[in-house]
């Protein structure tokens, strides 16, 4: 049985502060909701990892989905959204999100944001893999996640010295802090964080701030893994920090690599250069390193598939061919309309010496996005008292088993407002009020930094894009062996590690990982993010969510519960 603490090892906080609400995370949900939360409660404290124009938002080539078209209709959105997501997205969040979801994309036009615009000066729209409709709005061709932090970042500066926010850079949130446990011994409601602000931030060391509502935005889980288009900073660090404090994880097994980032070879690591999927759905094709298309024998869509469909088609191609990439060719489409749709892409390719309009381009599949996280309601709310989670970092249940391209985006903006609102509504109603943390019990947890790259390379071999029993279980055993008690062992009379900031990301890295790799071994089925190898159909049984819970004594619980959730 996997054990997992409670707490991160840390220094006790030389300071603390108040708030209303903490904010955790400066992509397109956290500054949804911090600015939708700014002028409605007192005051608001945004956390952000790194600069507010940082995470991985700024990075989203691709679009927002929305049907902002007459002949397009939020029906047909979630009719997409649904098939692409296996049989496991929630209908009454999917239902949300398409139906609020053009509003909230024109409130963002409102607060700056610029979309690519048609003839007629309206919102131009094209097709990504898996919509059946032009519905995809963009930004400077490929440079829409860019635009819409611009934007959103614009309305924060401008009201940074306002009382009633307070903007906290290079701030890594270690723990939730809660109140007294229940009669089970779970964690009582949310009571703050406590944080370590890094070198150049307002405040030194940890410090912790009290509040009563915590709104988790924290982005995903891409360092989990060798070879990750997310940003650096992307650790896993709110789903942690969630499960720790007791609140429910879920789908945590659906990953989905993204088909087509650009391959420099086996020994590179880091946030790897992502070839949009736009450039397919403008026309390019794949080919393996025999020049042959494959993708018209494995879906009708071909090279629009679902992005599950693909890489695994991907994988298995290079399987067959013996290669480490297959080839995206998008050389058909003329050098004028790809230097005009894809400028970011062009440059960045052109950077490793690879031009978009005259090469073939090598490609293989690295991960991009977790469908899964922390366990939400319709309005973000956890199993948690008082603990939000907008963004990728939650499970609304929107994305099901693999998540439709470009709707990511959209979920941010529609259930960070969401969030918002309904956090005002129980601070107001007096169901969210402040009181005294109370520390968990058992151990604290440290795991070296040192062993983040062999963590990653578990995580690699074991729930990577195609898995089994084997490599899953043997991945499980690793996982355990990682000592997890870096602070208080010692070698030779010293301790492996103290408490930090790299320690802490991969004390977060193992957690995720031991996770995602339990929740993966558990379902015996192939669906959606999840390939397994020894179960490759897809089974009406398993037509369920898998959720993943600490008990008080740290072991964790993985059950079977209806794709509704918390609902």
Not at 310 to 331: C, E, K, Y
């Amino acid at each position: 049985m996997t054990r997992l603490a409670t707490r991160l090892a840390a220094p006790a906080p030389g300071w603390t502060t108040h708030a209303d609400a903490v904010v955790v995370g400066s992509g397109i949900a956290g500054l949804t909701a911090a600015l939708e939360l700014r002028t409605r409660v007192r005051r608001v404290l945004l956390v952000t990892k790194g600069v507010l124009v940082s995470g991985s938002t700024v990075w989203a080539q691709g679009g927002v989905a929305a049907a902002l078209d007459p002949s397009d209709s939020p029906a047909a959105h979630l009719h997409d959204t649904l098939v692409a997501g296996g049989g496991l997205c929630d209908p009454r969040a999917v239902e949300t999100l398409v139906t609020e979801g053009p509003a909230r994309v024109r409130e963002l036009v409102g607060r700056g944001a610029v979309f690519d615009t048609g003839p007629d000066g309206g919102i131009a729209l094209t097709r990504e893999g898996g919509h059946l409709a032009d519905r995809i709005a963009h930004a400077g061709g490929d440079a829409t996640g860019a635009e819409i932090s611009r934007a959103l970042v614009a309305q924060i500066e401008a009201v940074r010295d306002d009382p009633g926010i307070e903007v906290v850079e290079h701030a890594l949130v270690l723990d939730v802090l809660t109140g007294a446990p229940d009669a089970d011994g779970r964690p009582g409601p949310v009571r703050g964080v406590t944080l370590h602000v890094i070198g150049e931030g307002q405040r030194d060391g940890v410090g912790a701030v009290l509040a009563p509502v915590v709104v988790l935005a924290t982005g995903g889980i891409g360092q989990v893994y060798r070879s990750s288009t997310n940003p650096a900073q992307a650790t896993g660090d709110g789903i942690a920090a969630a499960l720790r404090a007791g609140a429910r994880l879920g789908d945590m097994e659906f990953v989905q690599f993204h088909p087509t980032v650009l391959w420099l070879g086996s020994g590179v690591k880091g946030q790897l250069t992502l070839v949009s999927e736009a450039v397919r759905g403008e026309g390019a094709l794949l080919l393996d390193t025999d020049g042959v298309r494959f993708m018209p024998d494995v879906h009708p869509l071909a090279e629009l598939a679902p992005r599950d469909v693909v890489a695994h088609a991907i994988v298995r191609q290079m399987t067959s061919t013996g290669a480490d990439h297959v080839w995206l060719d998008a050389r058909h489409l003329g050098a004028d309309f790809l230097r005009r749709r894809f400028p970011t892409i062009h440059e960045r390719l052109r950077e490793h010496g690879i031009d978009l309009t005259t090469d073939l381009v090598p490609v293989a599949p690295a991960q991009h996005y977790h469908s899964g996280g922390v366990v939400t309601d319709l309005d973000g709310r956890t199993s948690v008292p008082g603990l939000y989670a907008v963004g990728e970092v939650a499970c609304t249940g929107v994305h099901g088993a693999n998540r439709l391209a470009s709707n990511s985006l959209l979920e941010g903006l529609v259930f960070a407002h969401r969030a918002a609102r309904d956090v005002v509504a129980r601070l107001d109603g007096g169901f969210l009020v402040p009181g005294d943390p109370v520390e968990r019990p058992g151990p604290a947890t440290l795991v070296a930094a040192a062993a983040r790259a062999r963590i990653q390379r578990v995580a690699t071999d074991g729930p990577g894009v195609l898995r089994s029993a084997e490599g899953l279980t043997a991945a499980a055993a690793r996982l355990a062996a990682v000592p997890t008690d870096a602070h208080r062992r010692h070698d030779d009379g010293r301790t492996l590690a103290a408490p930090q900031v790299a320690e802490w990301e991969t004390t977060n890295v193992h957690q995720v990982a031991s996770v995602l790799t339990d929740a993966a071994l558990a379902r015996e089925e192939s669906r959606g993010g999840h390939a397994r190898t020894d179960f490759p159909a897809t089974d009406d049984a398993w037509r369920v969510r898998l959720e993943a819970v600490l008990d008080p004594d740290g072991a964790l619980a993985v059950t079977r519960s209806p794709v509704t959730g918390l609902r």
